[in-house]
């Protein structure tokens, strides 16, 4: 069909008829019109069979997804302590408590935000409003709140928290009830012979932490 003979407005209602957008000038309008014009190639249909045959042709039985050092930089199971059913209900029930346990923030933590962020500070004021139990007060920290005191001090996990800062603190310790922390103040030459050591033992590190930044000692 001849586009350049025809005015805008042939052109226009031809495109209307096609559902095609109408803006621009002649030449865009018969532009438009001729991309319309030309066939289009219906895509070939592919069975979901087809699709499984070419998937399995990629791969051969021999080859693997991932080498076996590759796995285990991707995952690493964490390893969990021996506890009696005693011990599992305790720490249970612990964590139910845990969740009703309210927030117990210093007073006027929310007026100043260094104090928000200071924990708990018990109120000495004569005049306190918190320490004189006034309503619509934070609550304190008081005696009922404590927990079972049989698992008090365990980690959620059930393990022992050991704090160490030197790979001879390891030295001794039982992998079955006791999980290290290594200390903030370790530098990362320390930090990873204690971890070399911990694996070599059998121990958890509740901290760990990848040693990736320039200049860091593996």
Do not use: C
């Not at 209307?16 to 532009?31: D, Q, W």
């Not at 309503?135 to 709140?145: F, L």
């Not at 005191?149 to 310790?173: I, M, Y």
């Not at 009830?177 to 930090?191: D, H, M, Y």
């Amino acid at each position: 069909m001849e586009y350049e003979n025809m005015t805008v407005a042939q052109l226009k209602e031809l495109l209307r008829e096609a559902n095609l957008p109408v803006s621009g000038n002649k030449s865009a309008l018969i532009e438009r019109l001729s991309e319309n014009d030309t066939p289009v190639e219906s895509p070939v249909e592919v069975s979901a069979e087809d699709e499984v045959e070419d998937f399995e042709d990629t791969f051969d039985e021999e080859d693997d997804f991932f080498d076996e050092d590759d796995w285990d930089d991707i995952h690493t199971a964490r390893q969990k302590p021996v506890l009696d059913e005693e011990t599992k209900a305790q720490l249970a029930t612990r964590a139910a408590q845990m969740k009703k346990q309210p927030k117990f923030r210093r007073q006027e933590w929310y007026r100043y935000y260094r104090l928000s962020r200071t924990g708990w500070r018990k109120p000495k004021g004569m005049q306190s409003k918190q320490r004189l139990n006034m309503k619509y007060r934070t609550p304190m920290a008081r005696v009922g709140y404590g927990k079972i005191s049989a698992v008090r001090g365990l980690h959620p996990s059930g393990f022992e928290d050991v704090l160490v800062n030197q790979p001879s603190d390891l030295d001794g310790l039982d992998p079955e009830r006791q999980a290290i922390r290594v200390g903030a103040s370790v530098g990362n030459r320390k930090r990873a012979k204690i971890h070399d050591r911990a694996d070599d033992l059998g121990l958890r590190v509740l901290n760990r932490r990848k040693i990736t930044r320039k200049g860091d000692i593996q």
